[in-house]
């Protein structure tokens, strides 16, 4: 399952940016980075509400801002890319 996850997290204080590193952490432990607050997150419905409450775990309700986007299996057709950085494909050969 395809999800489109965005975040803008309080920075004004110390822990404001603490929460941000957490969140970007958890972020690029599921999914890939496609611009600074975003991040396509491909997995399976339940690695994907552990994620979820992660975040919600992490983010300060009141200052922060949490979005998820579901894009579902057919993720393809809804998806397009415009301009800089050569888009991925999730689902293709991993190389380590």
């Given at each position: 399952?395809?999800?489109?996850?965005?975040?803008?997290?309080?920075?004004?204080?110390?822990?404001?940016?603490?929460r941000?590193?957490?969140?970007?952490?958890?972020?690029?432990?599921?999914?890939?980075?496609?611009?600074?607050?975003?991040?396509?997150?491909?997995?399976?419905?339940?690695t994907?509400?552990?994620?979820?409450?992660?975040?919600?775990?992490?983010?300060?309700?009141?200052?922060?801002?949490?979005?998820?986007?579901?894009?579902?299996?057919?993720?393809?057709?809804?998806?397009e890319?415009?301009?800089?950085?050569a888009t991925?494909?999730?689902?293709?050969?991993?190389?380590?």
């Open positions: 399952m395809m999800s489109v996850v965005s975040y803008d997290v309080s920075t004004t204080d110390v822990a404001g940016k603490r941000l590193r957490k969140v970007a952490k958890e972020c690029v432990n599921y999914g890939q980075r496609v611009q600074n607050s975003v991040f396509e997150v491909d997995v399976n419905y339940s994907f509400l552990k994620l979820k409450d992660k975040l919600e775990n992490i983010i300060d309700h009141d200052k922060d801002s949490l979005r998820i986007y579901y894009l579902g299996n057919n993720w393809k057709k809804r998806v890319h415009i301009g800089a950085k991925y494909d999730p689902e293709g050969a991993l190389i380590i």
